[in-house]
């Protein structure tokens, strides 16, 4: 460790991160929001890097992750590449402190139902960064009055990054539907319930040198009996994230960060205003009121789970070219 100490006031929830990266720095900026908690303590392998974050908060700061586990947390959030989330994760459950691990959870399902395992036998919260699932829970309450979803649609397009860095190693990320067609996964699952099968396909790269794939269409169909269509990519070029939700009374259309519109047989679209915190800042206020006993995790454990078994029966559905069953 380098630097100064902060004292936190008594009753302060103090938070570790692990990682300096992207989310690392969105999730310091959530837990600032929030009254009674505290950025306490910052590990990147690269002090330089650990440094730039940990000054804007006055935290300490680790290059070893583990170190910071002795540091009298109460919390530890993982921000890291996906393939070092469950050696993260469970060693701190394991050192009495609650996890928040942004999604996926692990690159296997082996793993992510070890880490739920330590998590209850330590008696912690280890909660999955769902962020995106806040906006969704939103629509899912506004559009209660229009019957039952039988159709939906979710892209997470992504735009081509100049450098894909570790995204695009299968064994570092887990894949391009791990890594993020998870989250289209998560948001359907939660509109529309458990999945009973799982179809999939990959697209070779027109981009990439090393070609291989990062584009993949995913086919869900739910025990309802209603279905899904996912598409996901990296190439793009540009970000957008289009959600659109067919129900026996009406259609909700969501284009990325735009209000969502919904619409009634015979009647113009209206929109359905999402206001609120951010994602990110509702996400982490939640896990720190599970952490507090205030309040139950959204989304539950057994929910979380069946996301990750979505995920990883569509990589397998991907790779097989067999539709993957749940049930
Ligand atoms: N919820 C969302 O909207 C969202 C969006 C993007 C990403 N994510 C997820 O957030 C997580 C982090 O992604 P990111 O985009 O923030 O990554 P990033 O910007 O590349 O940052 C990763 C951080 O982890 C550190 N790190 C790298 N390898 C490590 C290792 N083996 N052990 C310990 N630390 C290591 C890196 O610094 P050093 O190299 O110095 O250690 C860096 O500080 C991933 O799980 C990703 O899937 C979520």
């Known amino acids: 460790m380098t630097g100064a100490k902060t004292s936190d006031p008594p009753h302060t929830f103090r938070v570790g991160i692990i990682g300096a990266g992207l989310m690392a720095g969105e999730r310091a900026a959530a837990l600032r929001e929030l009254s009674g908690v505290a950025v306490s303590a910052i590990a990147s392998r690269s002090i330089e890097r650990a440094d730039r974050l940990a000054d804007e908060y006055a935290a300490e700061r680790y290059a070893d992750w583990r170190q910071?586990?002795?540091?009298?947390?109460?919390?530890?959030?993982?921000?890291?590449?996906?393939?070092?989330?469950?050696?993260?994760?469970?060693?701190?459950?394991?050192?009495?402190?609650?996890?928040?691990?942004?999604?996926?959870?692990?690159?296997?399902?082996?793993?992510?139902?070890?880490?739920f395992e330590v998590a209850e036998a330590s008696n912690r919260v280890l909660a999955a960064g769902f962020n995106t699932l806040y906006p969704v829970r939103k629509i899912a309450e506004r559009a209660r009055c229009l019957g039952r979803p039988i159709l939906a649609y979710h892209d997470g397009i992504n735009q081509r990054p100049d450098d894909y860095g570790w995204y695009l190693k299968e064994s570092v990320s887990g894949?391009?539907?791990?890594?993020?067609?998870?989250?289209?996964?998560?948001?359907?699952?939660?509109?529309?319930?458990?999945v009973r099968s799982v179809s999939a396909f990959g697209t070779d790269s027109f981009f990439r040198p090393d070609g291989g794939h990062d584009s993949y269409t995913l086919a869900l169909a739910f025990e309802s009996g209603a279905?899904?269509?996912?598409?996901?990519?990296?190439?793009?070029?540009?970000?957008?994230?289009?959600?659109?939700?067919?129900?026996?009374?009406?259609?909700?259309?969501?284009?990325?960060?735009?209000?969502?519109?919904?619409?009634?047989?015979?009647?113009?679209?209206?929109?359905?205003?999402?206001?609120?915190?951010?994602?990110?800042?509702?996400?982490?206020?939640?896990?720190?009121?599970?952490?507090?006993?205030?309040?139950?995790?959204?989304?539950?454990?057994?929910?979380?789970?069946?996301?990750?078994?979505?995920?990883?029966?569509?990589?397998?559905?991907?790779?097989?070219g067999q539709t993957v069953s749940l049930s």
Not at 77 to 92: F, G, K, R, Y
Not at 273 to 298: M, Y
């Open 175 to 194: 894949g391009m539907i791990v890594l993020w067609g998870i989250e289209q996964i998560a948001s359907l699952c939660h509109l529309m319930g458990r």
């Open 227 to 320: 279905s899904a269509s996912i598409q996901v990519t990296i190439n793009a070029p540009a970000t957008v994230r289009t959600l659109r939700i067919v129900y026996e009374d009406g259609i909700v259309d969501r284009q990325g960060g735009h209000p969502a519109t919904i619409q009634m047989a015979g009647q113009e679209p209206t929109q359905l205003h999402l206001e609120g915190p951010s994602p990110t800042t509702a996400d982490t206020s939640n896990w720190i009121a599970a952490c507090r006993g205030h309040s139950s995790r959204f989304p539950s454990r057994e929910d979380t789970l069946h996301f990750h078994q979505v995920a990883f029966a569509a990589r397998q559905a991907a790779v097989t």
């Open 68 to 115: 910071m586990l002795e540091a009298g947390l109460d919390g530890i959030i993982v921000a890291t590449p996906n393939h070092v989330h469950a050696e993260q994760a469970i060693a701190a459950l394991e050192h009495g402190k609650h996890v928040l691990v942004e999604y996926p959870l692990a690159i296997t399902m082996g793993d992510v139902e070890r880490m």
